[in-house]
């Protein structure tokens, strides 16, 4: 195939533009088009458009057009997204990388100046705001002057790379969630860039450091969430080299019952997905039944894509689309998109015949019911008429162990006097109540729901109990907006729900302080007391570290569980609460008429207020225009800053590299169970004083209440190479039944904190490893996990299987990541993480091979068995080989 592409032409309000055809590569015989998943369509335009036989290579585009139902072995091709998105919690870690880079650059002679964004970057500051205060009006105000008191030297950092960085954007503070605003207001859907004389159109695709990046998904827009080390390289002009994906078609037939929401929708098929193992497989929707979802139904499904372990929750582009761009002011945009996807074959018109998929689902929206899911995983989905049963049973299962039947009468209820008032709580009481995140405050249907449902409790008189800490922090401002004009925001903050920000807050552990009365009476009486919150992850310790259970459930739930102030209650049959006049309120009496939630979205949910809110989106508030900004090259690094340092990744940088070898005499620093975390392996939440992170800022003189976040400190390695493993729910079965971010130091078998017992190991000249289970990395996209995991000397992972993202965050960090022999775990070959390790075949590396293995025990018997290296291509090698991806990409720029 000739390297020259061949541009078709296209006219559309009189403006003329170019694209290139997919539909020609069936007319040359190269493969049919149309049986291709849109999906798979966009990845052939993609490498049609970059195709040079250098990078893209004729082979690259023959497989990608010749796209297989299955693959024995992994085929990869190189991927070029056309942006990057960024929020500041991975975006902070990723800028001090690029400014460490050209430091590096400068030390070598060249010019820093080349390390540059070669595609467009846009950071959203949405991570860092903690619901320090609630229940007033003046909470938004107090909390957002709160999160510059705590970041303004990571904000001032960003400010500088905007100033500094060609192609980079920032979404200031106080604006909004990345994802939200990104399918509100920066999603293109199609591209119209200029070039040498015409415009090209082409499919927007989005590579983000965030997990939940495939929201917009739901718009047609390819985007999945990746490590901040592969952000990285992409931004500075690197392919993203991927394997050929399998995908599994979701076939949707009927209409979702009058009462239930895509929340419940969501949870259902995350239960589903998750079961049926699509973990780095895309998953494509379509069928009779997607045209009865609207585009923020769709992309609610998009955002937990993570959830149910997928890399894409693909919805093409269709007429709701289209309305969708028109009704959040993109005008332009809708008109380019539904001409360019109609006539390049990307544009879902109801015809399924044809199209093929390596499986397909099909699923009844009719069938779907009212539910939560907890408490600790996102896919552990609970019928709502379930959940007071499953609570009681979670709730005495974790109770005293000489009693395991138990009673419910067994539960404590503890008295406490609470601002002058005397409130009970005990096992079930909700502390927590948020309604927040991207995943649900996108979507006007349960937004204005949740408000009608607010003003019938209010009506009949009801209050939300003292004990529970409510909040609502939307995702963008135009649903602040919205309940504002529509009336509906008194009847919220009546019940305590007063704006507390625009941004993450709950969903990521930026929950803030509970009451101290509260915190005291959980940690004194062992209480097991709920969160219920409109986001999508509920792990161990993320919410809150003193609340156990957390729930997942829609805007409407989160209210109705705050009202009842338990969740140990069948709201399905009983009262949510009494009116003042003793009178039992049940949930179906507050619950909205479903017309008019539809009337009141069609008269206030308006193109004028998402085009108000998003003109000025870049500018930033009084807070932003007020820090510092320098224009120098390269960063002027502070030496006593504690939140940002210059990382040791490119010290004593050499432009040669070596060989990885095989190592011998390695321990175990952890032996981990299933379904740990990247929240396990690099917590985000608040930095216990007596670990290792908080013993360190103590000593830099940072008082306990300005430790801030592990998140917001992730310019800073001191800190994240303690904090990793540092998590306090962590499982180390070394020192089981004891939990926290604790190991045992072998020989002496010592308990020690994971990081203090890294470095003696790493004095005593001892490499690591990390054993583990099924679904290890599963989480957030947290490239620290990572980073932390090589910085404490890990050289390798074993584990039964990897999630997508944390695998290649581990490749990128130079990590060898291993998996089991079919059949085989820890349990299987008697593992105990007491042997010692050898590893032979690591040298002369190549995709999948199987790495040899001996573990010799402490009763001198020998164990053999081989592990298959997780690098899957032979780009992973090749990042392998270097020491990690940034390592690669720096020597290809100073040696090319």
Known sequence: MSSKKQLHELHIKGKQYCYHALRNTSETGSGEIERLPYSIRILVENLLRKHDDLIVRDKDLSA??????SYTSPVEIPYHPARVLMQDFTGVPAVVDLAAM???????????????????????????????????????????????????????????????????????????????????????????????????????????????????????????????????????????????????????????ATGITATDLVLTLTEILRRHQVVEKFVEFFGPGLGNLSVPDRATIANMTPEFGATLGFFPIDKKTIEYLQTTGRIEQAMITETYSREVGLFYEGNDDGREYTEILEFDLSQVTSCLA????????????????????????????????????????????LNGNEVQIGD??????????????????????????????????????????????????????????????????????????????????????????????????????????????????????????????????????????????????????SDPNGQPVSLAELWPDPREIDETISRYVTRQAYENEYQHIFKGDRFWESLPVTKNTTYIWDPDSTYIKKPPYFDRFDLQTSEPEDFASARALLLLGDSVTTDHISPAGAIPLQYPAGQYLQKQGVPPAEFNSYGSRRGNHEIMMRGTFGNIRLKNLLIHPQEGGLTLKFPEEQVMYNYEAARVYQKEGIPLIVLAGKEYGTGSSRDWAAKGTMLLGIRAVIAESFERIHRNNLVGMGVLPLVFEEGQNCRSLGLDGTEVFSFSGISAMTPRK??????????????????????????????FQHGGILPYVLRRLLTH
């Open 428 to 577: 079930g009481s909700v502390v927590i109540a948020a309604i927040t995140s991207c995943t649900n405050t996108s979507n006007p249907h349960v937004m204005i729901g949740a408000a009608l449902m607010a003003r019938n409790a209010v009506h009949r008189g009801l209050k939300v109990p003292a004990h529970v800490k409510t909040s609502l922090a939307p995702g963008s401002k135009v649903v602040s907006n919205y309940l504002t004009a529509s009336g509906l925001m008194p009847y919220l903050e009546a019940l305590g729900f007063h704006l507390t920000a625009f941004g993450c807050t709950t969903c990521i552990g930026n929950s803030g302080p509970l009451n101290p009365v509260i915190e005291e009476a959980i940690k004194e009486h062992g209480l097991n007391v709920a969160a219920v919150l409109s986001g999508n992850r509920n792990f161990e310790a993320r919410i809150h570290q003193r609340v156990k259970s957390n729930f997942l459930a829609s805007p409407l739930l989160v209210l109705a569980f705050a009202l009842a102030g338990r969740i140990d209650i069948d709201l399905t049959t009983e009262a949510i609460a």
């Open 374 to 417: 907890g408490p600790a995983r996102p896919q552990d989905r609970i019928p709502l008429s379930l959940i007071k049963k499953t609570f009681t049973g979670v709730s005495l299962d974790s109770k005293d162990p000489q009693n395991p039947a138990g009673k419910a009468s067994d539960r404590k209820e503890i008295r406490c006097c």
């Open 102 to 256: 050209r430091d590096a650059v400068r030390d070598l002679g060249g010019d820093p100046g080349c390390i540059n964004p070669l595609v467009p970057v846009e950071l959203v500051i949405d991570h860092s705001v903690q619901v320090d205060y609630f229940g007033t009006t003046e909470s938004l105000n107090q909390n957002v002057a709160k999160e510059y008191e705590r970041n303004g030297e990571r904000y001032t950092l960003l400010k500088w790379g905007q100033e500094n960085f060609a192609n980079f954007k920032v979404v200031p503070p106080n604006s909004g969630i990345c994802h939200q605003v990104n399918l509100e207001h920066l999603g293109r859907v199609v591209i119209a860039e200029e070039q040498d004389g015409y415009t090209l159109l082409y499919p927007d695709t989005v590579v983000g450091l965030d997990s939940h990046t495939p929201m917009i998904n739901g718009i047609g827009v390819m985007a999945w969430g990746v490590g901040g080390i592969e952000a990285e390289a992409v931004l500075l002009g690197q392919p993203y080299f991927m394997s050929i994906p399998e995908v599994i078609g979701v076939k949707l037939f009927g209409r979702l």
């Open 850 to 879: 199987a790495v040899a293995i001996t573990a010799s025990r402490k009763d001198g018997t020998i164990l053999h068995f081989k592990a298959i290296c997780r690098l899957d291509t032979e780009v992973d090698v090749l990042y």
């Open 64 to 69: 990608i057009i010749n796209w297989q139902k």
